[in-house]
């Protein structure tokens, strides 16, 4: 259903696919992550609950993910850290959202 959605949507301009920066890749999220590029369906990555551990794992965690992603394609998306808790990359993402709304504005004038 999910996938219907998002492949008839005529006005989706970009996917957020939040993950658990906690959990080490699972393949569920990277099989939908490579449908969403098979069908051309422009996504960022936003990891969440970033607080929940050290930075050094943060990193470690994000870099594990890029490897991953690098498996099945050349080029990584834009990806987010975050944590609603700390307010972690609350302005990256609204920065994100308003550059796309323009987009879609100029898109459609
Ligand atoms: N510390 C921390 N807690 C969070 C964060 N995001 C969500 N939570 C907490 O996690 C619980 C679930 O919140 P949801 O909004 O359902 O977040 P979710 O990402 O869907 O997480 P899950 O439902 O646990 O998979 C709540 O108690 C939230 O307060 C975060 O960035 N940091
Ligand atoms: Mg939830």
Same mark, same amino acid.
């Given at each position: 259903?999910?996938?219907?959605?998002?492949?008839?949507?005529?006005? @989706?301009?970009? %996917?957020?696919?939040?993950?658990? *920066?906690?959990?080490?890749?699972?393949? *569920? $999220?990277?099989?939908?992550?490579?449908? @969403?590029?098979?069908?051309?369906?422009?996504?960022?990555?936003?990891? &969440?609950?970033? $607080?929940?551990?050290?930075?050094?794992?943060?990193?470690?965690?994000?870099?594990?993910?890029?490897?991953? @992603?690098?498996?099945?394609?050349?080029?990584?998306?834009?990806?987010? %850290? &975050?944590?609603?808790?700390?307010?972690?990359?609350?302005?990256?993402?609204?920065?994100? *959202?308003?550059?796309?709304?323009?987009?879609?504005?100029? @898109?459609?004038?």
């Amino acid at each position: 259903m999910i996938r219907d959605y998002l492949k008839f949507r005529k006005n @989706l301009i970009s %996917v957020y696919v939040l993950i658990d *920066i906690r959990l080490e890749a699972q393949a *569920i $999220d990277i099989r939908f992550i490579n449908w @969403l590029r098979e069908k051309g369906i422009p996504f960022s990555i936003v990891f &969440t609950k970033a $607080d929940k551990i050290s930075k050094q794992k943060v990193s470690s965690a994000v870099e594990q993910y890029k490897k991953e @992603l690098l498996k099945s394609w050349e080029e990584l998306p834009v990806i987010f %850290v &975050t944590s609603s808790e700390k307010k972690l990359g609350r302005d990256e993402i609204l920065d994100s *959202i308003t550059a796309f709304n323009k987009e879609y504005k100029t @898109l459609n004038r």
